[in-house]
């Protein structure tokens, strides 16, 4: 399983665009890259999900570039509800056992 | 999607004894998973819930000391055995749904177990 490497900490401002990156060197080639969120007392939600190139919801974009190697979560205009530690997870592909493996996350601390 | 119901939400245990959690599901799933995460921590994958067979456990985690059962393709429990104050944790379960090529994890709310 590929291992995924994040900054451990992040702090921004209320309206600012924050950007994430995880490193993930090992990737599969049947791997997908899953960005998932995580408040207090609760479990991880679900954001975004991509292969490659970028993928945009109505939450997060995920820029994927060529090689796979990282993948970048792109949060547009945070909030303080944004408050949070993400995680970044790359995972095999229905033919594989589906257990995905958590890195130690990123905490975005957004600040009036 | 799934909606995943798990209880106790919390609890307080006195070491030595065993708590079961379960974990409800709303729709039918093949995979289901036991994640723990420790105070301050990432989480850490338990087993994997197989029905109709024994769980796989992942390194570190015995059947003797976290006990699965995994009846039918909605539920699941969680036993945590002989407990000690190492076991404070908040564990959780999980369940993968796939779409397509796409696979997602749902998880319960988590129980927050408190062992003294």
């Known amino acids: 399983l590929a291992k995924t490497t994040q900054p451990i900490s992040m702090d921004s401002y209320e309206g600012q665009e924050v950007n994430i990156t995880c490193s993930h060197n090992?990737?599969?080639?049947?791997?997908?890259i899953t960005w998932y969120q995580q408040f207090p007392s609760q479990g991880p939600r679900f954001i975004i999900q991509?292969?490659?190139t970028k993928v945009t919801n109505e939450v997060a974009s995920l820029f994927i570039p060529a090689d796979r190697k990282s993948s970048t979560l792109s949060l547009p205009r945070v909030s303080l509800s944004d408050t949070a530690v993400y995680y970044c997870?790359?995972?095999?592909?229905?033919?594989?056992?589906?257990?995905?493996?958590f890195g130690q996350g990123t905490t975005l601390q957004v600040k009036p | 999607s799934a909606v995943i119901s798990q209880k106790p939400s919390r609890d307080i245990c006195q070491r030595g004894t065993s708590l079961t959690i379960q974990c409800q599901v709303d729709?039918?799933?093949?995979?289901m998973f036991w994640y723990r995460q420790q105070p301050g921590q990432s989480l850490t994958l338990i087993a994997t819930?197989?029905?109709?067979?024994?769980?796989?456990?992942e390194s570190g985690f015995v059947i003797d000391k976290f006990p699965i059962s995994r009846p039918n393709l909605t539920f699941s429990t969680l036993t945590v055995s002989n407990m000690s104050p190492e076991d404070s944790s908040i564990y959780l379960c999980?369940?993968?749904?796939?779409?397509?090529?796409?696979?997602?994890?749902?998880f319960g709310s988590g129980t927050q177990l408190s062992v003294l």
């Open positions: 999980s369940v993968l749904i796939t779409t397509g090529a796409n696979e997602k994890l749902f």
């Open positions: 090992n990737i599969a080639t049947n791997d997908y």
């Open positions: 991509g292969y490659k």
């Open positions: 997870l790359v995972g095999p592909s229905t033919s594989n056992t589906g257990k995905l493996i």
């Open positions: 729709s039918q799933v093949t995979m």
């Open positions: 819930a197989n029905q109709g067979s024994e769980a796989t456990y």
